[in-house]
């Protein structure tokens, strides 16, 4: 079985299946004809089956959450096509909306032997598509679940475009999450250094902290898991401020769509008291 529940005609047949077989499973719904040569059982990504439909493959932000990295908001749907006649074809009709088209070269060899771009080559486009918060935020996820060694990463930064070569160096494997990387990574931008998962009080473990006295938490969790964890969460960042650190709560909507607000929340806050402190 190939992955991402996808498998081959051939890779079928080197199971012993006969055509009445796959025609029986694909009665019964246990196999789905995706593309000549292609079938996928249930639980396949229905993005990756469109893609291969639409004569590409699945790719950048869209494959790498397959591989098991963080996906940003609003992504759209990223596939990878060739650039020989049947991806001038494609051109020609105009991609379906929400499909981000990314032309691979021939030398790109990603092809008709996988189902799901293979991970460096998602990255290579990642590299070019996403602005540079996102990419942070989608290698950390990988780094974080090791999907991928750093070392690896940081060569395929270096084979990418030259302005985003500095980002080898901003990556993180202990991020846990998209928007923790994108608040350091900004913070970083504006010319504020923090740091991350680090323990105060000896067992409360913070998102980010700033200069040992500003503790940002950032909230990615749904309405019901945050009502559920309110009181919690509110005993927690009191016993944190009893050593005189100030905690700033954020929540996914504001670290994604309100930046500046968040900036300058941060911004005003070390004004007013780092002297203090």
Not at 157 to 183: F, M
Not at 211 to 233: M, Y
Not at 242 to 260: E, K, N
Request: contains cysteine; glycine residues 10%; charged residues 20%.
């Amino acid at each position: 079985m190939s992955a991402f529940n996808f498998v081959t005609t051939d890779e079928l047949r080197a199971q012993g299946y006969t055509v009445e077989r796959i025609r029986a499973e694909i009665a019964a719904g246990v196999l789905e004809r995706v593309i000549r040569g292609w079938y996928c059982r249930p639980g396949a990504d229905r993005g990756a089956v469109r893609a291969m439909r639409l004569g590409g493959r699945i790719s950048c932000v869209s494959a790498l959450a397959l591989h098991g990295g963080w996906l940003p908001p609003d992504a759209g749907e990223h596939v990878g096509f060739p650039s020989h006649a049947s991806g001038r074809r494609l051109a020609r009709r105009g991609t379906p909306d929400g499909i981000i088209a990314h032309w691979h070269p021939k030398e790109a060899a990603t092809g008709s032997a996988f189902a799901v771009t293979p991970i460096d080559h998602a990255i290579a486009d990642l590299l070019i598509c996403q602005p540079p918060a996102f990419v942070v935020a989608t290698l950390d996820s990988l780094l974080h679940k090791r999907v991928i060694q750093r070392n690896r990463v940081g060569a395929l930064i270096l084979e990418g475009p030259l302005r985003t070569h500095h980002l080898a160096n901003r990556l993180h494997p202990d991020s846990g999450s998209g928007i923790e990387s994108i608040v350091r990574f900004g913070l970083w931008a504006a010319g504020i250094h923090s740091t991350i998962q680090i323990v105060v009080r000896g067992a409360y473990r913070v998102d980010v902290l700033i200069d040992d006295w500003l503790v940002l938490e950032l909230d990615g969790r749904g309405t019901h898991a945050q009502k559920k964890a309110f009181t919690a969460d509110r005993v927690r960042e009191a016993i944190i401020m009893r050593d005189g650190r100030i905690v700033l709560r954020f929540g996914y909507a504001t670290v994604m769509y309100d930046w500046s607000f968040l900036l300058e929340c941060v911004q005003d806050v070390m004004r007013q008291h780092a002297p203090v402190r």
